[in-house]
C-alpha cells in the first residue's frame, strides 16, 4: 500500500481514473452501466483508489461512482475527486475561492454518497485566490473529518509552493507519462523534499501506450484525443515504434505492452499511484494485472531509456 502525503490515506499504487465513466463531455457514447461496471470491476479486482472529478460530466461521474460503491466497505477504498470549475453563472469559470470550495466538497459528498472524501484536489489554479488561503479552507475540512488528504492539479511549481506555504499540502496530481516527462525537472525534486505524493494523468498517454495502435487515428470531434499531437505525424509512428519495441518483454510477463508499462509507473519511486483511465470492464480487468508484474532493475532501465527524449 501506499501512504498519501502525510495524510492517513493509504492505497494500492494501481488506481483508477474514471474520466470515462459518466464524462459525456469528454467521451461520446460512453453508457452509465458501463461505467458503472468499470468501478466495480476495478473494486472486485483490488483496486482501492477511484480518481474523479466534478467536471467529468458536471457530476455525473461522482452520482454513478456514489451509485456503484454501493455494498462495498467503504473503509477498503479510497475516493479520490477534484473541483474548481464554477457553473453558477451558466459559464464554467474556474473558481479557487475558499467558500466556493467547502461548498463544492459538500456537494461532491452527496453526489458520491458517501461522509469523507479520501483525496480532494483543487482541480485548476484560478488566477485571484491566495493559494495557502484555499488550501487552509480544505485543512479546515480536514479537521472536521470531511476530506483525508489535501491535493492541488494542474498547478506550476510556484503555485504549488505557495499552496503548500504551510505544509499542508499531501498530493500533486499533472501530467506525466513515458511520453510527456517534463516534471522530472520541473518539480519531482520540490515534491520529494516537502513529502508530496505525485500521482500521474494521462499514463497511458490516452490509449497511446497501450501497443494497439499502428496507424494514425481519427477521434470523433467530441473526444478529448481530438487534435492530440501524440497522435499525428511523426511523432505518432515514433512512439508507436517503440512502444512496439516493448512487446517481446511484455510477452516474457505475460501481460500486455499496457500493463507493462503500468508496472514502470509502480516501480517508480516519484510516483505515488497510477491511475489508468478505461472504456471498458475487460480494460480494468487486464490493467489490474500490473499490480503482479515485478520489473527487474535492468528492464525498468530498458523500459526508462525507450521513451528518453522522445
Ligand atoms: N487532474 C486532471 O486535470 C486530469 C486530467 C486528465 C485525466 N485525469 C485523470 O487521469 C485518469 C487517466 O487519464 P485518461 O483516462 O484520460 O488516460 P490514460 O489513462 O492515459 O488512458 C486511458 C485510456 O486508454 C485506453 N485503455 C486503457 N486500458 C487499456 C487496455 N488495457 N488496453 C487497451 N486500451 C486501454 C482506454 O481508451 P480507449 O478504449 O478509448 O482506447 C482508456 O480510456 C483519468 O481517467 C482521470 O481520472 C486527471
Known amino acids: 500500500m501506499v501512504k498519501i502525503g502525510k495524510s492517513d490515506v493509504n492505497a494500492t499504487a494501481l488506481g483508477l481514473g474514471t474520466n470515462a465513466v459518466g464524462g459525456n463531455n469528454l467521451f461520446p457514447n460512453l453508457k452509465d452501466e458501463t461505467g458503472i461496471q468499470i468501478v466495480k470491476t476495478a473494486l472486485d479486482s483490488g483496486i482501492t483508489l477511484l480518481d474523479t472529478a466534478f467536471a467529468y460530466g458536471m457530476g455525473h461521474s461522482e452520482e454513478l461512482i456514489g451509485q456503484a460503491i ?44 458517501t461522509y469523507y472524501i479520501d483525496i480532494f484536489y483543487i482541480h485548476f489554479p484560478d488566477d485571484q485566490t491566495p493559494k495557502d488561503q484555499a488550501v487552509a479552507a480544505l485543512n479546515e475540512l480536514k479537521e472536521a473529518g470531511k476530506i483525508k488528504a489535501i491535493g492541488v492539479s494542474n498547478f506550476s511549481l510556484d503555485q504549488i509552493k505557495e499552496a503548500n506555504k504551510d505544509g499542508l499540502v499531501d498530493v500533486v496530481e499533472d501530467q506525466y507519462s513515458l511520453i510527456h516527462r517534463e516534471n522530472e525537472d520541473v518539480m519531482f525534486d520540490y515534491l520529494r ?19 494497439k495502435y499502428s496507424e494514425v487515428v481519427n477521434f470523433p470531434e467530441t473526444d478529448i484525443r481530438n487534435g492530440n499531437p501524440d497522435f499525428t505525424g511523426d511523432r505518432f509512428a515514433s512512439i508507436v515504434e517503440k512502444v512496439n519495441s516493448l512487446k517481446p518483454m511484455a510477452e516474457k510477463h505475460g501481460v500486455d505492452v499496457a500493463q507493462l508499462v503500468l508496472a514502470w509507473y509502480i516501480a517508480n519511486p516519484d510516483i505515488s499511484i497510477v491511475i489508468p483511465g478505461a472504456k471498458h470492464p475487460e480494460q480494468v480487468e487486464k490493467n489490474a494485472q500490473a499490480l503482479k508484474v515485478q520489473l527487474s532493475d535492468d528492464e525498468y532501465k530498458e523500459i526508462d531509456n525507450t521513451f528518453k527524449n522522445i
Open 70 to 113: 454501493q455494498g462495498y466497505d467503504r473503509s477498503k477504498f479510497v475516493i479520490a475527486t477534484k473541483a474548481a470549475q464554477d457553473t453558477s453563472n451558466g459559464d464554467v469559470t474556474i473558481n479557487n475561492n475558499p467558500e466556493f470550495l467547502k461548498q463544492s466538497v459538500e456537494d461532491a459528498l452527496k453526489r458520491l454518497q
Open 193 to 211: 523534499d516537502n513529502n508530496i505524493s505525485f500521482v500521474p494523468f494521462f499514463p497511458l498517454a490516452s490509449g497511446l501506450l497501450t501497443g
